[in-house]
Structures are given as structure tokens and as C-alpha cells.
């Protein structure tokens, strides 16, 4: 029995860790992979499919200050993501992000759409937190009805005592899932920019 559950652990970190790994790679099936989560839209003004390709080394890829660009030229798709470091100083969230970007020739211009995607293990994990938390307190509230403790005034206290936590672990994941967004997106976006600018001939990547 312990064996069974110390190989279910192994297999789940091990898929895990191997969505991870697919999720950063930058090969054409991998850069589509992920929950997509948003999206920006955006308007190249000063480049073309022609000039945006020869930012590009032969491999397709662009080195960015923060992060790496890949260019997909036969789909006109390019994706980035920021650069991960094995021994970071930064702190590191449980939802990184990445980005895939849609280029559309409009005229002399270029039409944009960012789809910012996370890993699906961590969506997947998030939402079975969330789950567990919600229907744990549930059930708690359920049994202490069906046991008829809620006509004793203990009961009452007890049951909102169990409510108030649930509730607690409820809004402290909330924040912590939006916190990680929130710095996650902003690590993104300045790969984004330093992508954008080198596109429209700002400045060259250092």
C-alpha cells in the first residue's frame, strides 16, 4: 500500500514536471500548448511580415534582454516567454506564462493578438485546491446538520467557525492566484515590449 502510494506521488510529480518541460520548449507543437488565460491585441505600424522576419537568426529565434522569441514563419505565429534561469534570484510562481502571438498582414502594417498561456497541470491543480477547499466545507456543514448539532448553539458556533475557515482558505488562494498573475503577466509584458521594439526598429536587443 505505501509502495502503491509512493509510486502514484512519483507518477503525478512526474507529470507534472513533464508538463513543465513541454510548456516552455519553443518548438512549433509545444508553443501552442497551454490554458490560455488572456489576450492582447496590438498593431504593428512600422514593420511588415518581410522586415519582421529578418529580426530573426535562421533558426527563427530572437534573443531578448528578459526572455526568447521564436518566429513560426509558416504559421505567422511567434511565441515568447520570459528567460528561466535553473538557480533564479527572482521569486518564481506556479503559474508562469507564456506568450503566442498571431500576426495578421494588414496593409503595410501588421495585426496583433497575444494569447498569454499557463501550464495545464497548474490550472488543473488550482482548480482541484479550490474543489477540495469548497467541498470539504461543505460537507463539514452538512454533517454537523445531519447530526443536529445546529440546534445546540455550540453547533451553530462550530459551524460558523468551519464556514469562516473554508471561506479564509477560499479568499487567501484567490489572492495568492491573482498576486502570481498579476507578476507573471507583468514579467511577460516586458518581454512583450522589448519584442515589439526591436520589431518596429526601436532598438536592437543588447
Partial sequence: MIFAGFFAGALCL?????????????????????????????????????????????????????????LHQNVNQIVIRQRYRLFALSFRTLWPLKGLIALSPEGDALSVLCRKLTPWSSVLLTGLWFAVVAVGTA??????????????????????????LGLIFLLSGVITVVFAYRLENSRLMIVYHELREVLEGARLPS
Avoid at 29 to 35: H, L, V
Avoid at 40 to 51: F, G, Y
Avoid at 139 to 164: R, Y
Fill in 14 to 70: 512526474g507529470l507534472i514536471l513533464g508538463d513543465w518541460l513541454y510548456f516552455v520548449r519553443l518548438t512549433p507543437d509545444a508553443s501552442r500548448y497551454g490554458c490560455g488565460i488572456a489576450r492582447t491585441h496590438d498593431r504593428l505600424t512600422r514593420t511588415t511580415m518581410t522586415q519582421l522576419v529578418h529580426r530573426f537568426d535562421a533558426g527563427g529565434i530572437l534573443i531578448l534582454p528578459h526572455g526568447t522569441a521564436r
Fill in 139 to 164: 460537507g463539514a456543514l452538512i454533517s454537523l446538520f445531519l447530526e443536529g448539532q445546529l440546534a445546540a448553539m455550540g453547533g451553530v458556533a462550530l459551524a460558523f467557525g468551519v464556514l469562516g
